[in-house]
């Protein structure tokens, strides 16, 4: 009962990360050209900047307590998956476990070159490594769910 909780705040601050990235990639990748009226132009205008040390928080977080049901993982679903032969899905998390690893070695470099002093002279260091981090975590948002939803969480 206790992973369970755990799994549900997992994926609870997953949300949050999930959408701070996005909303950061959005204002970085397509910045609003004109008054923000419409849904779309309020969604991109948002202060890329603030979203920082936020993001870096919650994937911390995030990650802190993927490690700790990683353990309960390895012992019940992954054990289920390889009996079943499902190659594809278990690839797939091998890739994410890979993915979160690389994340946690940009942060460093995220937040130095989001901070103030550099904001205008490294922008297109900040949109890639925007861009890089948002697609780690919708992909390990995306594969967390695949398996989770394929064999449960027993």
């Known amino acids: 009962m206790g992973m369970i ?4 705040i997992h994926g609870l601050l997953a949300v949050a990360l999930l959408g701070a990235i996005t909303h950061q990639a959005v204002a970085v990748l397509w910045p609003v050209r ?5 849904f779309v132009t309020r969604f991109r205008a948002v202060p890329s900047t603030s979203y920082v040390n936020a993001i870096i928080a919650l ?15 390895t012992i019940t679903a992954r054990v289920a998956i390889i009996q079943l032969q499902f190659w594809k899905p278990y690839g797939l998390f091998e890739m994410k476990e890979h993915f979160a690893a690389i994340g946690l ?3 460093p470099a995220y ?3 989001w ?4 904001a205008s002279e490294y922008h ?3 949109v890639s490594l925007t861009t890089i981090l948002a697609f780690i975590v919708w992909w390990n948002f995306l594969v967390g769910h695949i ?3 394929l064999r449960g969480f027993a």
């Open 147 to 149: 398996i989770n939803n």
């Open 59 to 73: 994937y911390l977080l995030t990650a802190l307590l993927g490690a700790v049901i990683y353990t309960h993982y």
């Open 115 to 118: 901070q103030a002093q550099a």
């Open 124 to 126: 297109r260091i900040r």
């Open 111 to 113: 937040w130095y070159f």
């Open 5 to 8: 909780v755990l799994l549900i």
């Open 105 to 107: 070695g940009i942060l």
């Open 34 to 38: 004109a008054a923000a009226g419409t």
